[in-house]
């Protein structure tokens, strides 16, 4: 399990870039770079981490998912996981 503080920083992250999508888009738009420079760093998408939701781990998430490797496996063997079951060949 990932600190509470890390999780929470990476939610305020989130919420600063649904926040200022908008204007960042138009600032793009105009080529206004100074602009873009004076919003806050964290309202870059890029600055977001792809976390669990159930563990908040930041490594080895499946998107498709937004679960961990750890989580997933657990899950997948367990039946809790709608077509997915383990792989025999």
């Not at 999780?7 to 960042?24: D, T």
């Not at 981490?49 to 998107?63: E, F, K």
């Amino acid at each position: 399990m990932a600190k509470q503080s890390v999780i929470a920083r990476n939610r305020k992250r989130q919420q600063l870039v649904e926040k200022y999508a908008k204007k960042r888009a138009e600032l793009k738009a105009r080529g206004d770079w100074e602009g873009l420079q004076r919003l806050p760093r964290n309202s870059s998408p890029v600055r977001v981490r792809s976390r669990c939701m159930v563990t908040g781990r930041g490594r080895g998430v499946l998107r498709k998912f937004g679960l961990c490797r750890n989580v997933f496996r657990q899950l997948a063997l367990e039946g809790k996981i709608p077509g997915i079951r383990k792989a025999s060949w």
